[in-house]
């Protein structure tokens, strides 16, 4: 329901932001409507991704888990856990299964200390990365700063589940699904409404 009246809405903007300065408009193939006006170049107001659940990238079944293990990307905006999660998961499983685990930062490499402070699991099993200035695109376009580290420890240590867990940058940090066989996105609710409404 939200999402009906977002789309009225939105709709009503557009007609009211621009005018009837000689329109056109069309579909492509996803669906989304595509105009110029006013001498603007073609556009669309329509948001690239749904964001509904049902319509998100699944993840690929055929994958061979003996090249890299079955791998969860924890992803999110800056700051809501992402790496105290990393530290009770890698707590809670470390006696049953072999783990290791990729941290991603930007420019230090603080997650990865702190899953060693806190000898989350062998510091020899923890990779950190820095990612350099966008965060999001190593987990989620260019991944292979990402899988050439979590394929050397999976070999290195036959490990049983890989923990990859993104750098706290913003809320497209999600991840892609040829790197993560299971994506865990956290938010932090407790500052209101507008994080978990974006
Ligand atoms: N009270 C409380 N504090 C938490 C909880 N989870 C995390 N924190 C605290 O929140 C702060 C941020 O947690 P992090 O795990 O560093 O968050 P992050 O998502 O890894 O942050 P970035 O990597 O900087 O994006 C730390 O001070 C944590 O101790 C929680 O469940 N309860
Ligand atoms: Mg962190």
């Not at 005018?19 to 006006?37: K, L």
């Not at 319509?55 to 992803?75: K, M, Q």
């Amino acid at each position: 329901m939200a999402s009906s009246e977002n789309i009225h809405h939105h709709h009503d903007h557009q007609q009211h932001a621009h005018g009837d300065a000689g329109a056109t408009s069309w579909v492509d193939q996803d669906g989304r409507v595509y105009h110029s006006h006013d001498g603007l170049a073609q556009h669309s107001h329509v948001p690239i991704y749904s964001g509904f659940f049902s319509t998100r990238a699944l993840p690929f079944h055929s994958r061979d888990y003996n090249e890299r293990a079955f791998t969860v990307g924890i992803g999110g905006p800056d700051g809501p856990g992402k790496t105290a999660l990393m530290l009770v998961l890698c707590q809670f499983l470390r006696d049953k299964y072999s783990l290791a685990a990729v941290t991603n930062d930007i420019f230090t490499k603080v997650d990865g200390e702190f899953l060693v402070k806190h000898e989350a699991i062998p510091q020899e099993r923890i990779r950190p990365v820095e990612t350099g200035g966008r965060p999001h695109a190593a987990i989620r376009e260019d991944t292979c700063i990402n899988l050439g580290p979590l394929e050397e420890l999976s070999n290195l240590y036959k490990t049983d589940l890989l923990l990859c867990v993104s750098g706290g940058d913003n809320l497209a940090a999600n991840f892609s699904r040829e790197l993560a066989d299971y994506i865990i996105y956290i938010i932090d609710v407790s500052a209101g409404d507008k994080i978990p409404r974006k």
